[in-house]
T-cell receptor, first 110, second 113 residues
Framework: DGGITQSPKYLFRKEGQNVTLSCEQNLNHDAMYWYRQDPGQGLRLIYY???????QKGDIAEGYSVSREKKESFPLTVTSAQKNPTAFYLCASSMGGLAFFGQGTRLTVV | GQQLNQSPQSMFIQEGEDVSMNCTSSSIFNTWLWYKQEPGEGPVLLIALYKAGELTSNGRLTAQFGITRKDSFLNISASIPSDVGIYFC?????????????FGAGTQVVVTP
């Protein structure tokens, strides 16, 4: 089936650790995005990529890093520099103005 | 970034009632999208609108692309318990033709029997 797959669904991180969230799509979309969602709030853009080997900071990029080595994959690393990483993270891909989301990863700092 | 004004923020309605929500912007958009998000899941695309004045339905959902290209409306008719969730609007500005969207903050819909 075509779609966007995020893994894992739940992730626990100790303070001071880096963690990487996976996002894979087989829709052949050029553009991919990472959003953060906090309880009761909308979506805030972390990073986006229009094409392989290129990506741009969104509104809240501090403490995060990404790579785009393959068209299908856009992993997000939450670094220890991110002071409040507990949130729901959503990956999306788009083409022609239509965006589709993965099922999300809930990250909790313990 | 989030530059769309979506209202209302939340709605508590009885089963069978109709629901209306809207999004407005100070700038024009080429595309308007409406999503539904259920707890713990990613948003699911409900309706896409591409032309000013366009009215599109998906079952009990109807959405319209405003004539000014600065707003959009979503209506849910005869609500049922499974309509519960957060509904988001999203718009694609002309300057981002490759697809970067702006999102509203969402409308939380709660349906009581």
């Amino acid at each position: 089936d075509g779609g966007i797959t995020q893994s894992p669904k739940y992730l626990f991180r100790k303070e001071g650790q880096n963690v990487t969230l996976s996002c894979e799509q087989n829709l052949n979309h050029d553009a991919m995005y990472w959003y953060r969602q906090d309880p009761g709030q909308g979506l805030r853009l972390i990073y986006y990529s229009q094409i392989v080997n290129d990506f741009q900071k969104g509104d809240i990029a501090e403490g995060y890093s990404v790579s785009r080595e393959k068209k299908e994959s856009f992993p997000l690393t939450v670094t220890s520099a991110q002071k409040n990483p507990t949130a729901f993270y959503l990956c999306a891909s788009s083409m022609g103005g239509l965006a589709f989301f993965g099922q999300g990863t809930r990250l909790t700092v313990v | 970034g989030q530059q769309l004004n979506q209202s209302p923020q939340s709605m508590f309605i009885q089963e069978g009632e109709d629901v209306s929500m809207n999004c407005t912007s100070s700038s024009i958009f080429n595309t308007w999208l409406w999503y539904k998000q259920e707890p713990g899941e990613g948003p699911v695309l409900l309706i896409a609108l591409y032309k000013a004045g366009e009215l599109t339905s998906n079952g009990r959902l109807t959405a319209q692309f405003g004539i000014t290209r600065k707003d959009s409306f979503l209506n849910i008719s005869a609500s049922i318990p499974s309509d519960v969730g957060i509904y988001f609007c999203a718009g694609q500005p002309p300057t981002d033709s490759w697809g970067k969207l702006q999102f509203g903050a969402g409308t939380q819909v709660v349906v009581t029997p």
